[in-house]
C-alpha cells in the first residue's frame, strides 16, 4: 500500500506571537488551531482519522464562538465571515468521509490548504472581530505586544 510523507517539521505550522490578535478568547483558540494543523502535519497516516476527527469538533467550536460574539453584538461585516467558516467547515466534513474511504491525499492537501488559509483569515477577518471584541469589552483597541519587536 503506498502511504505518504508527513512534512518535516521545519514545514509546519507552529505558533508563535504574529498570530496574536489581543483578544485572548480568540488567541487561546487560534493556538489550538495551530497546535492541531502542526500535528497533522506531522502525523503518520494511521493518526490521521483520530486527529481530523479532532479537529473537526475544534473547529465547529471555534467557528461556532465567533459566529455567536459576531451575531451577539451586531458586528458589522459579520455575514462574509460568517459564510467563510461554513464553507471551510463544509469542506472539513467532506475531506471527513473521504478520509474514512482511505483517502490520505485528500486529507493531506486539505491540512496544507489550512495551513495556508488560517494566517489569511485571521489577518483579515478574525483581527478585525478581535478588535471590535475588545471594545466591547474592555473599552478602546488592545495593544498586541509581540516578542522579537525593538520598542524605541
Ligand atoms: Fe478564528
Ligand atoms: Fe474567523
Same mark, same amino acid.
Given at each position: 500500500m503506498m502511504t505518504t510523507q508527513p512534512l518535516d517539521s521545519c514545514a509546519t505550522? $507552529?505558533?508563535?506571537? $504574529?498570530?496574536?490578535?489581543?483578544?485572548t478568547p480568540i488567541d487561546q483558540v487560534h493556538e489550538e488551531f495551530v497546535d492541531l494543523i502542526g500535528q497533522m502535519q506531522r502525523?503518520?497516516?494511521n493518526e490521521l482519522p483520530p486527529l481530523l476527527t479532532q479537529?473537526? @469538533? &475544534?473547529? $465547529?467550536h &471555534?467557528?461556532?464562538m465567533e459566529n455567536a460574539w459576531m451575531l451577539s453584538t451586531d458586528f458589522p461585516p459579520? $455575514?462574509? &465571515?460568517?459564510?467563510?467558516?461554513a464553507a471551510v467547515m463544509q469542506s472539513v466534513h467532506e475531506v471527513q468521509a473521504l478520509l474514512v474511504q482511505g483517502n490520505v491525499t485528500i486529507c493531506r492537501e486539505l491540512v496544507e490548504q489550512l495551513a495556508q488559509w488560517f494566517p489569511k483569515h485571521a489577518d483579515q477577518l478574525d483581527s478585525a472581530l478581535a478588535h471590535w471584541m475588545f471594545s466591547k469589552t474592555m473599552?478602546?483597541?488592545?495593544? @498586541?505586544?509581540?516578542?522579537g519587536l525593538s520598542l524605541r
Open positions: 505550522l $507552529q505558533w508563535n506571537d $504574529q498570530f496574536l490578535l489581543g483578544y502525523a503518520a497516516d479537529f473537526s @469538533v &475544534h473547529l $465547529q &471555534h467557528f461556532d459579520r $455575514q462574509c &465571515h460568517i459564510d467563510e467558516h473599552g478602546g483597541k488592545p495593544v @498586541v505586544l509581540r516578542r
